[in-house]
């Protein structure tokens, strides 16, 4: 045997005298007496623990947690004594966790978690993080996230409990999405039977739950996977489609509160937190069967974790998120993805129906919603921090203690600029020499992007700018000409300015050159004056002034307009006469359609309106079936237009007879 393994066996022996009594002390001096060299000890020392866990597990064949947890205890302590590598405590526990059922992992683990405080200490933290985290990884790879969904929940709660918050390892930095995360649903056609409505279930204006409904409602999980989706107006169409018909859904169906469901007074509930807590169900997976839908729509819990998912979708939408250009392409690009107005007003009056469907969801609708709005509101604090590279969190230094009673100390004396610059630069500062300037010009990081912001770019509008001027027309205002604010050469370039952003009477052409700038000034401000509802009552002109030139083609123009209005708001109300009466087409219709048109659909596409993107988008189908079937569905759903008689003169101008017996059948 080598002088190594003779030492190991030593020290094995030494162990298995020792641990079981805690005496660190007298191991300690047996150690130092058998071997002086501390390298060559703390090698031995750490090998000889192994062989001695072999031995623990052979003498606990049934697993006793309290053994391994004085064991994992004693090695802690050897530890700190510098007997044994700071590392060795998490890789014999590692050990012991390979060798355990999950149900005796669980158990273990309470001593991992009871011990978080010893795994942050300045000793073990360097040495063991990285062992801990491949521990815990190989923890969630056996167990199942369905299954032992709490044990998993303890795992990852444990690394948050013990990583900093800016600790690189556990941070999304780029907000990536979990894109594997898929829900399957049948893509068959069922026949559902209607289901008999519960106590619980009022359905003022039943909505018919059909494969259609539950298509839409189970697609709304690809958008809710993957966000950036709806930047392609495509995708923004299918899912404002089915989102609306999802909460139409839900508007319909009213739930009642289980506890005032009971007749009888002999079957009594715990009304306290506690009894409605027990009670609670909780499903880690969706159960997407298409004949549970209309269970699940009555289900109280089930209705808050979809509402939930649709609030933080729209909160992304409208967050600033850094690395969300990254995200949608694929690949980093200047482009901004933002929602067009439309859209964010879609999306403000959706986020204020979801609310309202929560605070009318039993139990406690308007507690919970309440609850969602403050859990929402911190979350745009965390994202506002990642944008900012995910700094780490400092407890700011204790203000001095001021002495009043201590006589005052001399001025100090005034330090170099060049010492000011580079203790600037050394801080990631700008020291511009002046105290103002130094602190405008560090207000923001990047003062490129301070430069691009949206708040300095803004107009205000005629009638804000022009107020006093305006009553300064008044000769009830009784202001001297030379204090006018047409007088101001100030006021006169930025007035020329607005005007040609602003208003409609500066590039009108007129017969009379311009002499004098406070003059055309008045001029303007008296069209605008008279442009405002108010203007009878706030200014008053001269009864013999004589009207500016082009006045009576103004009148004119504005009767024109008032017309081509009037048209416009008859002509609309026609159209909508005609919208109610039309033949909408059909699911089974787009099904139908879609078997014969498979081979011609791209010439129909133009003719409803689909643009060359669009239909590039279609053509991404895996099959010509689905391809005409999902154009047919869009258009269907998202066309006001989306009539049997208006397909039907399409197919016939591109002569697609066998379509138009289809149809017509």
Avoid at 33 to 59: F, G, H, I, P
Avoid at 389 to 403: L, N, Q, R, T
Wanted: glycine share 2%; with cysteine.
């Amino acid at each position: 045997m080598t002088t190594f393994e003779v030492l190991r066996k030593d020290y094995s022996e030494y162990l298995q005298q020792y641990y079981k009594s805690s005496d660190i002390p007298s191991f300690h001096k047996k150690c130092i007496e058998r071997c002086a060299n501390e390298s060559d000890r703390k090698t031995a020392v750490d090998q000889a623990l192994r062989d001695t866990l072999l031995m623990v597990l052979l003498q606990n064949n049934k697993g006793c947690i309290e053994a391994f947890e004085s064991y994992i205890s004693f090695c802690i302590n050897l530890c700190r004594k510098d007997l044994a590598t700071t590392s060795m405590p998490v890789l014999l526990l590692g050990d012991i966790f390979d060798t355990m059922t999950l149900d005796r992992c669980e158990n273990l683990f309470t001593f991992v978690e009871n011990n978080v405080a010893v795994w942050k200490e300045d000793l073990f933290f360097s040495a063991c993080k990285n062992n801990l985290l491949r521990m815990c990884n190989d923890l969630l790879r056996r167990l199942s996230r369905s299954q032992q969904t709490v044990f998993c929940g303890r795992i990852l709660l444990f690394l948050a409990k013990f990583f900093p918050f800016s600790e690189r390892s556990g941070l999304n930095i780029v907000s990536e999405f979990n894109l594997e995360n898929h829900t399957e649903f049948t893509e068959k056609v069922e026949t559902l039977e209607p289901m008999a409505q519960d106590g619980d279930l009022k359905s003022d204006n039943k909505v018919l739950i059909d494969y259609n409904l539950y298509r839409k409602f189970w697609a709304l999980q690809d958008f809710f996977r993957n966000p950036n989706q709806l930047y392609n107006k495509m995708y923004w169409k299918i899912f404002s489609a089915h989102a609306s018909n999802v909460l139409s859904a839900f508007s319909s169906f009213k739930l009642e509160d289980q506890r005032t469901t009971y007749p009888s007074s002999s079957m009594k509930m715990d009304t306290s937190s506690d009894g409605i807590h027990k009670e609670t169900h909780y499903f880690a997976k969706y159960l997407t069967n298409q004949k549970l839908l209309e269970l699940q729509l009555s289900d109280s819990n089930f209705r808050r974790y979809v509402l939930l998912q649709f609030l933080i979708l729209f909160q992304y939408l409208n967050s600033t998120v850094k690395f969300k250009a990254f995200l949608a392409s694929g690949y980093e690009t200047s482009e901004v993805h933002e929602l067009k107005p439309d859209q964010v007003e879609w999306v403000k009056e959706t986020t204020d129906q979801v609310y309202s469907l929560l605070s009318e969801t039993p139990p406690d609708g308007p507690a919970f919603a309440k609850t969602v709005k403050n859990i929402l509101k911190r979350e745009e604090y965390w994202n506002s921090w990642k944008n900012e590279g995910c700094p780490p969190f400092k407890k700011p230094a204790p203000e001095p203690i001021s002495d009043t009673d201590e006589p005052k100390k001399k001025r100090p004396r005034r330090r170099n600029i060049g010492d000011l610059i580079k203790d600037a630069e050394a801080a990631g500062k700008y020291q511009m020499g002046n105290s103002e300037l130094t602190k405008l010009w560090n207000l923001c990081p990047n003062n490129l992007e301070a430069c691009k912001s949206k708040d300095r770019d803004f107009l205000p509008s005629l009638e804000i700018y022009f107020e006093d001027a305006i009553k300064e027309l008044d000769p009830a205002a009784m202001v001297e000409e030379q204090y006018k604010k047409v007088n101001d050469g100030n006021f006169g370039w930025r007035a020329l300015r607005l005007l040609a952003r602003r208003s409609p009477h500066f590039f009108v052409h007129g017969n009379y050159p311009i002499n004098k700038l406070p003059e055309y000034l008045e001029t303007m401000i008296k069209k605008i004056a008279k442009d405002r509802p108010q203007a009878q009552s706030d200014l008053k002109l001269e009864s013999d002034e004589t009207p500016p030139p082009n006045d009576s083609n103004d009148q004119e123009f504005n009767d024109d307009v008032l017309k081509q209005e009037t048209d416009q708001v008859e002509s609309e109300s026609t159209i909508e006469l005609k919208t109610r009466k039309i033949n909408k087409v059909s699911m089974d219709m787009v099904v139908k359609l879609s078997e014969v048109l498979k081979n011609d659909w791209k010439k129909l596409a133009p003719k409803l309106g689909y643009t060359i993107d669009e239909i590039e988008f279609f053509q991404s189908k895996p099959s010509q079936y689905e391809q005409c079937k999902s154009m047919l569905e869009i258009w269907a759903e998202a066309d006001e237009d989306a009539s049997v008689e208006n397909l039907a003169y399409y197919l016939e101008g591109l002569k697609l007879m066998e379509a138009v017996q289809v149809l017509k059948s």
